[in-house]
């Protein structure tokens, strides 16, 4: 089925680990991004691609790296996780182009660094 | 920069009950504003999406909103709850191509 696949579901980091959180997309939508999710705050922009080689930073970028090799993957990097880090994290992708086009999201990954 | 405030953290409606969850916007030009739903465990799904068409939108699942630019409000309405109703709602503005979320309002459902 089309859409955007998160991988993996469900993660436990001690601090100091790194990780890296997948995200594939089969829908060729130029614009990806990267999503954090923490009670009471909505969810708030990491980082965000548009396109192959382009990214940058959104809201809440320290901590994180990403890169865009390709269309269809957007990976987000902890290099050294921190309890801060504790959160659902988001996926979503969108055409790039005018107008207001829905974003598809992936189903998360629920991560605790402990 | 644009941003969305939802007015209420937790609505709480019996089934079969009017829904209105109430969502303020900032914008210094016309806004593209969505309503997302996300059910427990779940990921984000989209209800609707306001771009500048009709004032008046309709979503998916009995939903809609009403754009008011005088009040710079996009409440999202349902006549009459039901319990698959009970998630967490989202209204999001576009910002330069970017999403901005509101707080999020958590709508429970009382049999």
């Known amino acids: 089925n089309a859409g955007v696949t998160q991988t993996p579901k469900f993660q436990v980091l001690k601090t100091g680990q790194s990780m890296t959180l997948q995200c594939a997309q089969d829908?060729?939508?130029?614009?990806m991004s990267w999503y954090r999710q923490d009670p009471g705050m909505g969810l708030r922009l990491i980082h965000y691609?548009?396109?192959?080689?382009?990214?940058d930073q959104g809201e809440v970028p320290n901590g994180y790296n990403v890169s865009r090799s390709t269309t269809e993957d957007f990976p987000l990097r902890l290099l050294s996780a921190a309890p801060s880090q504790t959160s659902v994290y988001f996926c979503?992708?969108?055409?790039?182009?005018?107008?207001?086009?829905?974003?598809?999201f992936g189903s998360g990954t629920r991560l605790t660094v402990v | 920069a644009q941003s969305v405030t939802q007015l209420d953290s937790h609505v709480s409606v019996s089934e079969g009950t009017p829904v209105l969850l109430r969502c303020n916007y900032s914008s210094s030009y016309s806004p593209s504003l969505f309503w997302y739903v996300q059910h427990p465990n779940k990921g984000l799904q989209l209800l609707l999406k306001?771009?500048?068409?009709?004032?008046l939108v309709k979503g998916i699942n009995g939903f809609e909103a009403e754009f008011k630019k005088s009040e710079t409000s996009f409440h999202l309405t349902k006549p009459s709850a039901h319990m698959s109703d009970a998630a967490e709602y989202f209204c999001v503005v576009r910002d330069t191509g970017k999403l901005i979320f509101g707080q999020g309002t958590e709508l429970s459902v009382k049999p």
């Open positions: 979503a992708s969108r055409p790039l182009g005018g107008g207001a086009y829905g974003y598809t």
């Open positions: 691609s548009v396109g192959a080689g382009i990214t």
């Open positions: 829908m060729n939508h130029e614009y």
């Open positions: 306001y771009t500048s068409a009709a004032t």
